[in-house]
């Protein structure tokens, strides 16, 4: 066995960043860029600095909430009710700001709480009464979605003020060289620094922690539902804050977050983040929504109507952990082959003595 | 105690025994309420009705007690729903010489989806969940992509099925029930349904005994799909036509699961019967009933769904998992002599 | 009939031999084989080189269907029962009788009956589900299905272990009368008073190997202690600090702490000691310590730390109390398997004093650096590293957490030499720092060479305690109850 001095030398993060691409985290980054270039292909205006700043700044909301359900997924856990987060935030924001600018600050402070609100539910039912929390999510969607759609008759309605619009839609303009920068992209820029940060400290290492091996995190002293729980929070501010943003240019209609939580795990799934928790850079989560966003702006322009994604996203998660299985199942067999091959030559030895007795 | 005595305390006390008791208090209860409200929830209108909306909820708990004693779950069977419903009710355009086709065509591609997922859990060995979550979606973009609103139109005869009654009791109900006998016999009398509780129960128990495990996830899967096929049939029938979101605006995922565990299924797999499910469809039909009678907002009653699936899995949830008893046990009942405080020996 | 076979890397060269209608003994301590010997011959495991004769022909196991069919069944300690299913199911589990192509259950009860019948055994209806079964019923069950494939021989792990008095009565009559039906059974236990009571023969594994094979009619109980032990005494530790300081103040004292495992376990553990903590498996040793520590505490008697009564029931409260514990599995509850190296180090202090993990981190270098880990760089995923790297990494995480007391369970199992060396190295400057140290092993050089006392457990209870350098057989004489008064049971 060699024996490896151990050393904090860690290698140069350009060594580091080139060895980090055969993994499946970091091989992302190279399909978003192939990816995007394709896109350019088949739409010219995309290498346009302003054009693809805006492209960035549409698909922002499922970044977001893909950082929201990579907490929850690397603690072990699912949240599906996020779109019906969204949903209820974008009608609460829509109809009690109203006409009125100087609502908006309150209001975003109460959809905050609301939001913290749910993820306490999601979390504490979970861990607490210890139903599985895809269940729990999807218990939280019909109660959402229920008071949603009895609040509003099924129906669009509320009309809030252009100021609180602009938020997701507007922008700063005139920046050298990039042109516009939507607010939405400042926004999605902060937050991954946050949970890039947030997973740096040593809440982020307990999270992974937990979602590893709940029984060692267990006996550390650390208490694995408050863990989780705070992951179901961080999970519904996340979806909070992407309603804010698609109130801007969604409108406000009680099925506008429909589906986000089924984009959301295929983003994280596609960023090489393990579904059973444990492993995973939420980065790589973001460049999973992107690579996602692409595909289907590219799918858009070879002809594939819209309405496919659902599609593409099923199939993305069934390859994205099908082919893995398959994969070391081949070796496995591969395995199993040769160690029949060989028994069978297992030569007879000479008689067996009775009884042996050593002295 | 008699082992026989002990056997029957045993299966009163049993989750299927509780499911029906609970039923039965529920059904009081509504009776009282719909009573205070000057309606009687024994109207032979309701008790159709109530039926009705049993049977397609029926079918689809069927398949997903089969899944779920396996440890799996299936959460493809609203878009097989829906996709059953278009395709036949499309293939079939009202005419009677279509009939035997769009059926056939509703239920090959249901039972197709079906063996999809289950290659995908018992072979490949994906998680029933996300396996099922995937199919789900892909058809789910399917429908989108080729259906707007409502689509073709049931044959005289599929019509002429959903609304014959016999009695109060409507012959697609029956016909559930049929269904529900067939599956019931098949885990109690054939192999593979018996190595079905057995490879839900312990994996490696089943293996060990020789059992191989892609089986029962294949023939699982199979028959869920195919029943949610059948279920997508009855809807047709009774609308005249079929619809791509008749399968998600029902729900059917989340309530059928809900049903089953209800029913005394524990989702790890390997505890729960088909009658237990069946009574917890009941329950679940008869708390529909009743808010329908009270004339309670339609997505109030979803909230309401939401809050009861929540507690029912909650309180199954933390009844005993399946566990042998622990082996150190015996060392407490072995020495009764032992002393329960801090006291000198 | 006979039976014999080569070896395996855990196993060597052992040749055995069963004969038809004999109750054949295998005894040796934790580790010596007998699991992997039996797990051989069940087909769970494939072995490497030899033969194995079934009546004189060759048999070859890939599957442990293939042994059950070929007449060797086994009940191991884990019963592989579903226990939502009936006794019928279980038994007749993958070849349930059918009659015109549906299961007939009635066939499978009538069946079921009468293997009990031939049992003796009256009180086990075909339908109960398993898990209303007491544990000695469900063993029945087991050995019923043994019987029901026609086994020749029927291995047992410890099959007394978790049994009552009058229900081993039982077993023994059920062994009587597998006997007289010719069915061999191959009887694998550390109770040594059963084993002379059931056994025609005993073999005697000791570090892998054969040791011998004799009548029982032929040996006593100190004669088998001395042929399961005995091995020349290796200068392999290092040395006890001379005149090493033990505080007069325990750090430790339990005084009649029990519960549903444990009862009435009293001693003091002072710093600089290092206290063994010995006994057969299933004695109770991980579960004192996991009192101790608070994973599953104790509900009766007296902890004192530094004299003062404390009540730990939660492992936090007994990190705050400063005791460590480095559990017995680590894949399962030492270690974050995806994490890297410095995680894994880091997370006892992130989880309970976060604040402290950047300061930490320089400190969980220089402990790297001290113990050698043999790792590429801290952020190498734990799980590529060798088991005794893993357990310096496990030993890190608690050093920075600042403890008294450390509780070490098995801490060098599954480690190659030279990182053993390095841990013994370890725990003697710890104690020599003052640290308590509690460690269980069931390794008897381990014990003898690293402790200052020793303490024995038996059946949940203490037993005993011995002088550091005590033999190895002295200690197994206790831990197996020979030569000593039977404990109130």
Known sequence: MTTIRYTTNRLPFPTRAIRSLSTPGGAIYLLLLALLVILAFYNPGLSEPGQLSRFIGRSAPIAIVAIGQYFVIAAGEFDLSMGAVISAQVVLAGNLIGQDPAQILPVIVLMIVVGIAVGVVNGLLTTLLRVPSFITTLGTTLILSGFTFYLTGGAPSGNPADAFRAIGRGGIQNVPVIGFVPYSVLVLIALAGAAVWLMRRPFGRMLMGVGDNQSTIALLGAAPWWIRTRAFILSSIAATIAAILMVGYAGVSPVVGQGYEFIAITAVVLGGVALGGGRGAILSAVAGAYVLETLVAILNFAGVESTWRPAVQGAIIVLALGLPLLWTKRKAFKILLRRKASTAKTPNPTAPQSITEKP | ?345 | MSKSFFGFPILTGIDLDIRPGEVHGLVGENGAGKSTLMKILAGVYTRDEGTVLLDGDDVEFSHPVQAQLAGISTVFQEFNLLPERSVAENIFLGREPRVMGFVSRREMNRATAALFETLGVDSISPSTRVRTLSVAQQQLVEIAKALSFDAKVISMDEPTAALADHEVELLCRIIANLKERGVSVLYVSHRLREIFRLCDRITVLKDGALVATRPTSELTEEELVRLMVGRPLSTFFPDKALGASVGSQPALSLEDAGNDSVDGISFDLHPGEILGVSGLQGAGRTEVLQGISGAVPFTRGQVRINGTPVNIKTPGQGIRARIAHVTEDRKATGLLLNQSVMDNALAGVRACSPRRSSAARPKATELFLELELSARGPDQEIKYLSGGNQQKVVLTKWLLMDPQIILLDEPTRGIDVGAKFALYVLMRRLAAAGHAILMVSSELPELIGMSDRILVMRDGRLVDELPGGSSEERILQAAAGVNTKAVAA
């Not at chain 2, 529920?26 to 009687?40: E, F, L, P, S």
């Not at chain 2, 769009?102 to 249901?110: D, R, V």
């Not at chain 2, 396996?131 to 789900?136: D, M």
């Not at chain 2, 006998?181 to 490696?204: E, M, Q, W």
């Open chain 2, 1 to 345: 105690m008699s082992t026989i005595s002990k056997d029957l305390k045993n299966s009163l006390l049993s989750s299927t025994g509780t499911v029906y008791l609970v039923l039965i208090l529920v059904v009081i209860a509504g009776a009282c309420i719909t009573a205070a409200n000057g309606r009687n929830f024994f109207a032979p209108g309701n008790i159709s009705d109530l039926l009705t909306s049993t049977t397609v909820l029926g079918l689809v708990v069927i398949g997903q007690t089969l899944v779920i004693l396996l440890g799996s779950l299936d959460l493809s069977v609203p878009f097989v729903l829906s996709l059953s419903s278009v395709l036949s009710a499309g293939v079939m355009a009202g005419q009677s010489t279509n009939f035997a086709a769009g059926i056939a065509t509703a239920l090959l591609a249901a039972a197709a989806v079906g063996l999809v997922n289950g290659v995908l859990v018992g072979l490949v060995k994906i998680n029933g969940f996300i396996a099922t979550l995937g199919t789900g979606l892909i058809i789910s973009g399917y429908l989108f992509t080729n259906y707007r609103g409502t689509t073709g139109k049931a044959s005289p005869e599929l019509t002429a099925i959903g609304t014959a009654t016999l009695g109060v009791i409507p012959v697609t109900t029956i016909g559930m029930a049929v269904c529900l006998v067939i599956v019931a016999l098949f885990l109690s009398k054939t192999r593979t349904g018996l190595h079905l509780y057995a490879v839900g129960g312990d994996a490696n128990v089943a293996t060990m005994s020789g059992i191989r495990s892609a089986v029962p996830a294949l023939v699982a899967h199979t028959i869920s799909g195919l029943l949610a096929g059948v279920a997508g049939l009855v809807i047709v029938s009774r609308l005249g036509v079929g619809s791509p979101e008749v399968g998600t605006q029902g729900g059917y995922d989340l309530l059928s699961i809900a049903a089953v565990v209800v029913g005394g299924a524990i989702l790890a797999g390997g505890k729960g019967s088909i009658w237990g499910s069946l009574g917890g469809i009941l329950i679940f039909a008869s708390i529909d009933s009743v808010m329908g009678i009270m004339q309670v907002n339609p997505y109030l009653k979803e909230v309401v769904r939401g809050l009861i699936i929540i507690v029912a899995v909650a309180v199954y949830a933390r009844r005993n998992q399946i566990k042998i008893p622990a082996r150190f046990a015996a060392i407490q009942k072995a020495a009764p002599t032992r002393p329960t405080n801090g006291a000198t020996r």
